[in-house]
Every structure is written in structure tokens, then in C-alpha cells.
């Protein structure tokens, strides 16, 4: 009787064991794939629960420069969402009176460069934004040109734009987090790598980084942009705060966003040269 049960308990054991082992290889094949796949929901949710039309934002800009000293600045930013990942965007600067009516458009389009124009009043001309000049520093930010671009951009990436990576799992202040790899595929991508940190409850993006390199792990990021003080507009979780920071400069912006409204019927003639050239809505 004895011998029986103990031959029992050893089955047992033997059961649990085979359990444990099939769930472990089940949990690293679900891992193997799970950086495309979060990827993947993140992209379902902006379609689905979270999507929007149109948005308008009011933002306060604080520019730190690399000597230190501080500027602010005050815009109002709008945007369409179009079939296809197309999307509209047009912003003005209404503070201080020496930007007032400095204005910005862009239409972006998934996979190839954004179409953009800036305008400045004191030259009284719309300025396209070309080849040349997406490397440039927008309006004294720590964004260049294409960084707006690009960040508009990769949401809509997939596999065939840039190799993800799951590299682990975070804490940002106090959020868990899933850190993410992409390694873009297009020439016209400034960064060899970029690493996101996606909330696990929200797959909002705490941080990402940018790197020159790609096959250097212990490259320093050029590029950080921090984003915090998420709040629910709606259903729609939105970073109030958002810092970009270049460590090797030692400079840093800070956008405080004021005001944030979904769907109001913005008009598709908001978003034309002629309304930037006018430096308000």
C-alpha cells in the first residue's frame, strides 16, 4: 500500500512537471512573438476603442537651451485622421508677439516623407520643407522636421518597416512597462534603432529612444522623448506632458499640453496653405 501510494506521488510529479514544462515552452514561444503582436493591439486599439477624427490641442512649449535660460512659447496644434494612415496636421503660434502667426502644415502619408510647409510672417511667404531641410530643428525645439514625421509615422508601422524585439519588461515611474525594439528598414530613417517603453495596462509610449547606431548596444541614445501625466479624454488616454531630450547637447523642450478636443467637425480647408498663410484658424 505504501509503495502504491508513493508510486502515485511520483506520477503526480511527474504530470506537474510535464504541465510546467509545456506552459514554459508555450510562454517562450507566446514571448518570441509578442513584441509584433502588442505592436499589433496597439494599432487595433487607435483603430477601434481610441479612434478619432479630428483633435485640437493647446500646448504651452518651454525651450531649454544647452547654456541654460528659458523660452516659452504658446500654440494651438489641429489634426485630421484620414482612410489609410493618412493624416492632416496645421499648428499656430499665437505666444509671444514675436512668433505670433508663425504657422506649420503637414499632410503625412504612411511609407514615404510627410509633405511640409512652414510660414513666417516676418517673411510673409510659405516655406516647403524639403530633402535638404527635415534635418533642421523645428522652429528652435528639440524635434527636427523629420522627427515629426517619423513619430506621426510609426504606429502605422509593420514588420516589413522595422524588425521588433521584445528586450523585457520596466518600471517608469511607476507604470509597468513593455520594452520594444524596432530596427527600421527604410534608407530615409535618420535612426539606426528605436526603443519604446509601451504601458502594459495601455500601451501608451512612457518613453522612446533614438539611436544613431544599430549594432552598438552600448550606443547613447541622441534622441529621448519622456512622456507622462496621461489622462483619459474620453476613452482616450493622452500624455499631458511630453520632454525631448538631446543628452549630448544638454538641451531639452517641455510641451505642457493645456487643452485636448476630440472631434469637433474640423473642416478640410482649415488644413491649406491659404489657412497658414492667414496664421490662425
Request: hydrophobic share 40%; charged share 35%; aromatic share 8%.
Given at each position: ?71 516659452t512659447r504658446e500654440l494651438v496644434v489641429y489634426e485630421r485622421q484620414l482612410e489609410g494612415d493618412e493624416r492632416q496636421s496645421i499648428l499656430f503660434f499665437e505666444r509671444p508677439a ?52 517619423l513619430l506621426q509615422d510609426m504606429p502605422s508601422w509593420t514588420e516589413d518597416d522595422a524588425a521588433s524585439k521584445l528586450l523585457g519588461e520596466a518600471d517608469v515611474d511607476g507604470a509597468a512597462t513593455h520594452v520594444i525594439e524596432l530596427r527600421p528598414k ?96
Amino acid at each position: 500500500m505504501v509503495a502504491r501510494t508513493g508510486h502515485g506521488r511520483r506520477l503526480v510529479w511527474l504530470s506537474l512537471l510535464v504541465v510546467f514544462a509545456g506552459a514554459t515552452a508555450e510562454a517562450r514561444a507566446a514571448e518570441a512573438q509578442s513584441a509584433r503582436e502588442i505592436l499589433d493591439r496597439r494599432k487595433l486599439l487607435d483603430e477601434t476603442e481610441r479612434h478619432w477624427d479630428d483633435r485640437e490641442q493647446a500646448i504651452t512649449l518651454h525651450l531649454f537651451g544647452s547654456r541654460g535660460g528659458e523660452r516659452t512659447r504658446e500654440l494651438v496644434v489641429y489634426e485630421r485622421q484620414l482612410e489609410g494612415d493618412e493624416r492632416q496636421s496645421i499648428l499656430f503660434f499665437e505666444r509671444p508677439a514675436e512668433v505670433r502667426g508663425t504657422g506649420f502644415l503637414a499632410f503625412s502619408h504612411p511609407k514615404v516623407p510627410a509633405d511640409q510647409w512652414l510660414f513666417l510672417p516676418a517673411l510673409k511667404r510659405v516655406r516647403r520643407i524639403t530633402a535638404e531641410t527635415r534635418k533642421e530643428s523645428f522652429v528652435g525645439t528639440d524635434l527636427s522636421y523629420h522627427d515629426l514625421d517619423l513619430l506621426q509615422d510609426m504606429p502605422s508601422w509593420t514588420e516589413d518597416d522595422a524588425a521588433s524585439k521584445l528586450l523585457g519588461e520596466a518600471d517608469v515611474d511607476g507604470a509597468a512597462t513593455h520594452v520594444i525594439e524596432l530596427r527600421p528598414k527604410d534608407a530615409d530613417v535618420d535612426y539606426g534603432r528605436i526603443q519604446l517603453w509601451l504601458g502594459k495596462d495601455d500601451l501608451i509610449s512612457r518613453r522612446t529612444y533614438f539611436f544613431e547606431g544599430a549594432d552598438d548596444p552600448a550606443d547613447d541614445p541622441v534622441k529621448q522623448v519622456l512622456q507622462s501625466d496621461i489622462k483619459l479624454v474620453g476613452p482616450i488616454p493622452v500624455p499631458h506632458r511630453v520632454e525631448v531630450l538631446r543628452p549630448r547637447r544638454g538641451s531639452r523642450t517641455v510641451m505642457d499640453v493645456e487643452r485636448v478636443r476630440f472631434d469637433q467637425g474640423l473642416e478640410e480647408d482649415l488644413f491649406t496653405q491659404r489657412a497658414l498663410e492667414r496664421g490662425e484658424r
